[in-house]
């Protein structure tokens, strides 16, 4: 069973080692995704900014728009990558549950959707002066890792399964948004009370509830998924 389980976590860091390397070399993924929550908060600093007089409202909305809109590009291209180099299929050869390549999978993406969470918080700083006390940042960081990983526990899923149709750029946003929706509020209202200056446990247990179900769900069904 100690064999199984090194085995199982072996093959879960180098799935995870693989994803960041070809990043690290590619830099499609994360650059790409980068821009364009750029754009969004440069939007949203010349058509928002002058219209409401609550800069932290503006600020949220960028940073989560953002964040959805670049975090469903970074799955969508890891899952294409994979299914383009026959990547999954190689994987799925490995004498090991199948679950571990999704667990390496979800791993990878929440770092890359934390990363472009981060990158677009700092613009928002900047462009929309969204103000943030210095004491609940670390917080605001540990809500933008939460938020990444229910992102991508259902985001890596639903990718790998649209990966072969026709039109999975249409199909991975109707799919995914709607069964994100308690992560994006939870993020939202944790962003809103925390600018504010004050924590409330509330949201913090829908979001790790909710990431949790989203994540147990993928273990589950990822195997169902590969073998259709």
């Not at 308690?182 to 909710?210: I, M």
């Amino acid at each position: 069973m100690i064999d199984g389980l090194r085995k199982y976590n072996r093959v879960v860091l180098e799935v995870v080692r693989k994803d960041l390397l070809i990043e690290l070399r590619s830099k499609q993924v994360l650059n790409t995704a980068v821009v364009f929550a750029l754009l969004v908060v440069v939007i949203f600093a010349f058509s928002f900014a002058r219209s409401f007089t609550d800069v932290g409202v503006v600020g949220s909305g960028a940073l989560w728009i953002a964040f959805v809109f670049a975090g469903t590009f970074g799955v969508s291209q890891s899952a294409t990558a994979e299914t383009a180099d026959a990547g999954l299929d190689g994987l799925l050869l490995l004498p090991v549950d199948r679950s571990a390549i999704y667990v390496g999978k979800v791993l990878s993406n929440t770092v890359f959707t934390t990363a472009v969470a981060i990158i677009t918080f700092v613009c928002t700083v900047i462009f929309l002066e969204f103000t943030v006390p210095l004491d609940v940042v670390p917080i605001l960081l540990l809500v933008f890792v939460l938020a990444a990983f229910g992102f991508t526990s259902t985001g890596v899923l639903i990718a790998t399964m649209t990966a072969r149709a026709r039109l999975r750029e249409l199909l991975l946003p109707l799919l995914l948004v709607p069964l994100i929706v308690p992560v994006l509020l939870a993020g939202v209202e944790l962003t809103r009370v925390l600018t504010e200056g004050y924590v409330t446990l509330r949201w913090f247990q829908l979001l790790v509830v909710y990431d949790g179900l989203l994540f147990l769900t993928g273990l589950a069904t990822f195997e169902y998924v590969v073998e259709r």
